[in-house]
């Protein structure tokens, strides 16, 4: 019973935490930018999504809204932002510096604007409860369960069979050949940033929706995805997405042998232990 | 030849008088600036805990204002400066700093062990009276001679609690859920020693970070262990944590200490039936009808709590005023412990020693509101 319970709880929230490390596998594995204002967006989108709840727009349409302004935000960075600074030549460092300063800024003007106080959502489809098995459930765990899985084959199908996907790939691979192949990486790569904006939107509102909102959170929440996505070999949707449900489902069921307040320790214990053995990621081609 | 030299005495006595006129100009307004007492205030005013921090702050204005109003304290208008912790250590050092080194503050007030545990050293280094009104670590009753704490520590409210759990509510085993922190883990053992004390066993301990709000697996191993009672030790999400026991339908008897006792746990439905401790500090009827009349409601329990802890600091300056010494962190720490017992909302505050003494009531949220089962002495 306990295992079963420890086993659907972590299950679920590997698959939140999957959707993000997918939407910053996207990110990473087509640009190699370590996109830190992505927790700002993840933050960001929650709190859109709370505001538009707040003007009475029904759940679904608040999502569908929150998530096409962070789609916007994306691109917006990616245009305004990040290409400025890589046609002038600007390192990796430089711009994962100018993407830390870009979550303060969200991360701030979230807290200026809503106050860094907890906002509970209203209490809508989130708070419902069913009984799987034995095991209750609620409306919101249930959603971040097709969610995770939506988004997955989502990603995949979008790299396998799509031409935007296909250049995704080419880019990925090699983007000064995608530039001579006139697959113009430029266009790519904001579509890469909003669809990756996009995708985190989703994990956020069902967070919030069910914790509350903070505006300081998002970076705990990527912290953990990365460590889903390098463990995976920085490239792999499959690896990512999987990786982060074993590692919940593994924190989680630790607390069968451990007290709870090693479950944060036991995460990067595996972590470490993965890397040891697997230095280019579980995912990767040995190299 | 003398003339010159008397023009000279004449131009620099001049120069002199002029210097000193600019002097007292510029020396002026700061002298009639010095005649406020400034009293420094580090409280959550925003983050997760603000809830709290802004009922704490809405006392002290209300207390400074009902002062000053009345000609302050021997003539001298009272100021209180506000900085905004968020009720985290890191903020409370700069914060600390800021109002010692800039503002000269001789008295700090402030709360939450985490924040008070950092200034403490401050607080002796610099000789700042340090008065805590609502931290209950127990690490605080010796971390500093200029450290006063206005509640009992969470031993004795634990122990009480504990007691109250085994002898009233006749249970034989508890688990325990705690914020894994400075002011968690202490309460963890204090419950857990009071309770396998009396008899108890405890099946169960599962430690959370500060701020999380997903407990559902640490509530599925607790509910595992089959306890009669869990007692939660967090600081805030309580809601959450409510709404998490109902989800998996949990069926045992809900004890938390003083942290739960803010009107967003208090009033939503899920927490309906938490038994917690509570500090008797009722509000006089004449007091509870200025806090309404300002702020809309009546007067909370932090509030009442800050209010208490403000009279403390308010009775032993007036006493180092009364006394013609200058009002420093060092004179009114000697003021404080000279007078010893102060006249509080409810009762005497008595302070033997650098922590006060009061009973412990017992509490029951019932369907919204806050319903007194029992005082523990």
């Known amino acids: 019973m306990l295992f079963l319970r420890l086993l659907i709880d972590g299950i679920v929230n590997g698959c939140v935490l999957g959707t993000i490390a997918l939407s910053f596998t996207l990110i990473y594995s087509t640009t190699r930018l370590f996109h830190v204002a992505h927790a700002g967006v993840f933050t960001l989108g929650a709190y859109l999504v709370w505001t538009f709840l707040g003007l009475g727009l029904p759940g679904p349409v608040a999502v569908v809204l929150g998530a096409l302004c962070c789609m916007a935000l994306g691109a917006a960075t990616q245009q305004f932002l990040y290409t400025p600074l890589i046609e002038r030549r600007a390192s990796p460092l430089v711009v994962m510096i100018a993407s830390l300063g870009l979550l303060a800024i969200i991360e701030n003007a979230i807290a200026a604007i809503y106050t860094p106080n907890i906002l509970l959502f209203p209490p809508w489809w ?30 995949m199908g979008l790299a396998r069979f799509t031409l935007l996907g296909k250049r995704i790939r080419a880019v990925a691979s090699n983007a000064f050949l995608a530039e001579i192949r006139q697959l113009d990486p430029k266009r790519v790569t904001i579509w890469v940033y909003a669809i990756g904006s996009l995708l985190v939107c989703l994990p956020s509102s069902l967070i919030a929706a069910e ?17 889903a996505m390098i463990a995976s070999g920085l490239g792999s949707f499959t690896g990512a997405f999987f990786l982060s449900i074993l590692l919940a489902v593994l924190q989680n069921l630790s607390l069968m042998v451990l007290p709870g307040q090693w479950s944060i320790g036991v995460t990067f214990f595996l972590f470490v232990f993965l890397m040891l053995f697997r230095p280019y990621g579980l995912f990767a081609h040995a190299r | 030849m003398a003339r010159n030299r008397l023009d000279f005495a004449h131009w620099t006595m001049r120069g002199i008088y002029l210097s000193g006129a600019l002097l007292s100009f510029l020396v002026g307004p700061a002298h009639a600036d010095d005649a406020k007492i400034k009293i420094g205030v580090i409280l959550p005013i925003t983050g997760p805990a603000s809830d709290g921090g802004n009922q704490e702050k809405r006392a002290l204005v209300l207390e400074v204002d009902q002062i000053n109003a009345k000609g302050g304290l021997h003539g001298h208008q ?14 409370s050092v700069v914060a600390f700093n800021k109002l010692t080194s800039l503002d000269d503050v001789p008295v700090i007030v402030s709360g939450f062990s985490g924040p008070v545990l950092a200034m403490a050293p401050l607080a002796t280094r610099k000789k700042v009276l340090l008065l805590n009104g609502g931290a209950q670590g127990d690490k605080l009753a010796d971390a500093s001679p200029y450290l006063f704490n206005c509640l009992p520590l969470v031993q004795n409210e634990l122990g009480a609690l504990a007691t109250f759990a085994i002898q009233d509510l006749h249970t034989k085993t508890a ?12 309460a963890r053992d204090d419950f857990a020693a009071a309770y396998t004390k009396l008899g108890g066993q405890i099946v169960d301990m599962e430690g959370v970070p500060f701020d999380d709000s997903n407990f559902r697996a640490e509530l599925a191993k607790i509910a595992a262990a089959k306890p009669d009672a869990v007692f939660a030790m967090i600081t805030q999400n309580f809601p959450q944590l409510a709404q998490q026991y109902l989800e998996q ?3 045992f008897i809900r004890l938390a200490n003083t942290n739960i006792n803010v009107p967003a746990a208090i009033g939503d439905p ?16 004449e007091l509870n009808a200025a806090y309404k009349e300002r702020y809309g409601f009546d007067m909370e329990f932090y509030a009442r709590q800050f209010y208490n802890a403000l009279s403390v600091v308010l009775k032993a300056t007036d006493k180092v005023i009364a006394d013609n010494q200058p009002v420093t962190g060092e004179n009114l720490r000697a003021a404080l412990l000279a007078i010893g017992t102060f006249q509080g909302l409810s009762g005497p505050i008595v302070f033997k020693g650098n922590t006060a003494e009061m009973g412990i009531s017992i509490m029951q949220i019932q369907n919204g509101k806050d319903v007194p089962i029992k005082v523990m002495q």
């Open chain 2, 249 to 251: 339908k949990l069926t």
């Open chain 2, 78 to 91: 009272i100021e209180l400066l506000i900085e905004d912790n968020q009720a985290k250590p890191d903020l």
């Open chain 2, 270 to 285: 899920a927490t309906s039936g938490f038994y917690h401790t509570a500090f008797k500090l009722e509000a006089p009827p």
């Open chain 1, 211 to 227: 914790f509350g909102l903070r505006p300081y959170s998002g970076l705990l929440y990527l912290l953990d995805a990365s460590i």
């Open chain 1, 126 to 155: 989130g708070k419902d409860i069913v009984q799987l098995g034995s095991v209750p459930i609620t409306y919101a765990q249930l959603l971040s369960l097709a969610m995770g899985l939506l988004a997955y084959v989502f990603l």
């Open chain 2, 175 to 186: 688990a325990i859920l705690f914020q894994n922190d400075a002011g968690g883990t202490p």
